[in-house]
């Protein structure tokens, strides 16, 4: 995967961030702010927990919750993460699409990386095809990414990874 530096918005000393930083800033991240289209156009922005498997970012909505209506009908979403700061850190914005995870044995693998992650406060049981059962029923969605954007800010460069040929 090739980074293109966008010298357009990034100090004339500034190198492309390579991709190992970004992942580890993807993969590291406690929390991630996801971004849906409502039916009516509108975003729908909500701060979220996450889990990187497999060489993907993957999370989890309850079918009651608005990204969860909003991923029916439309599967494009931009998932951030970053330091919050100005003059340090890495911010990093991944654009894709959703894919529902439904197998078993991979939402179980899924599972064990949020203990990994988080704790066994964010244990989850596995049923047939989503986490929980019932009204606590969650639906898992892996995230394919088009492309990724990661913005350093000592030096200043903003870095594009196309992971598609589609914009």
Known sequence: MKPTLDT??????????????????????????????RADGRPHVTPLIGVEHQGAMHFCTGLREQKAHNLEHNDRVALTTGTNTWAQGLDVVLEGRTVRVVDHDALQRIAEAYVAKYGEVWRFEVGDDAFGSGEREAAVFRIEADKVLAFAKDPHAQTTFRLTTSD
């Open 8 to 37: 357009r918005f990034s100090a004339p000393e500034a190198a492309p961030t390579p991709w190992p930083e970004v992942a580890r800033a993807l993969e590291g991240a406690e929390l991630y702010w996801l971004t849906t289209v």
